[in-house]
Every structure is written in C-alpha cells, then in structure tokens.
C-alpha cells in the first residue's frame, strides 16, 4: 500500500508562485497515474492535473498555462508548480494514484492528506 505526502503549501499574494510536492514511500508510483485536485469546503473535489506513467499529462482549462506537473520516478515525487495564482486557486490540494489517466477521483486509489493553499488578493 502506499502512502502519499504533500507539502509545499501556503499563503500567496496574487500573481505569485508556489511548488507542491507528493512524495510517494511504501510503494513505487512509476507504475501509475498522480493526480492533483483541489477542494474547498461546501464543495466537490475538483481536478487539477494529472501526470500518467508515460509523462503524458492532462489539466483542467482554468490552471493550463499556469501550472505545471512533472514526476521524478526516481525520487518518486510529482510536484506541481503553480504560477499566476489567483485568489480562486484557494483551496486545499491532494494529490492522488491511481492506474489510469483520468480526471475523476472515484478512479484514484491512495491519497494523501492535503495541503492548503491560499492565495490572498
């Protein structure tokens, strides 16, 4: 089974830059697809971007050009790097495995605990 980390939130003027991480242990992730999403409370959690096994790569139509997902096989980590942010990117951010590329989070099967982002205006 394996557990996922994220770290590398925090508070951000609009416009500015952040860089989370989802550090992967108990069990390699090159095999699988990661994801990243968002939720704020009262709400669904909503898709970001994702990043398959091949390095193929998907994003939702309101990060693409900002953000950025890469992946480290070696390091088995997927960081996120957000630019451009605004005050609607506030949320708290997961990133989640799963064995498919797919913006949906019913498909993923671990996830770690979050971390919050917020963007101040």
């Known amino acids: 089974q394996a557990q996922l980390v994220e770290s590398g939130g925090g508070l951000v003027q609009a416009g500015g830059s952040l860089r989370l991480s989802c550090a992967a242990s108990g069990r390699t992730f090159s095999s699988y697809g990661v994801g990243w999403f968002r939720q704020v409370p009262g709400k669904e959690r909503e898709f970001v971007a994702v990043?398959?096994?091949?390095?193929?790569?998907l994003y939702a139509d309101s990060v693409k050009g900002r953000f950025t997902i890469s992946r480290d096989n070696v390091k088995n980590t997927v960081n996120l790097q957000m630019n451009s942010l605004k005050p609607e990117d506030t949320a708290v951010y997961y990133c989640?495995?799963?064995?498919?590329?797919?913006?949906?989070?019913?498909?993923?099967?671990?996830w770690g605990q979050g971390t919050q982002v917020t963007v101040s205006s």
């Open positions: 989640g495995a799963g064995s498919t590329l797919s913006n949906v989070p019913s498909r993923y099967d671990y």
């Open positions: 990043v398959f096994k091949s390095g193929a790569s």
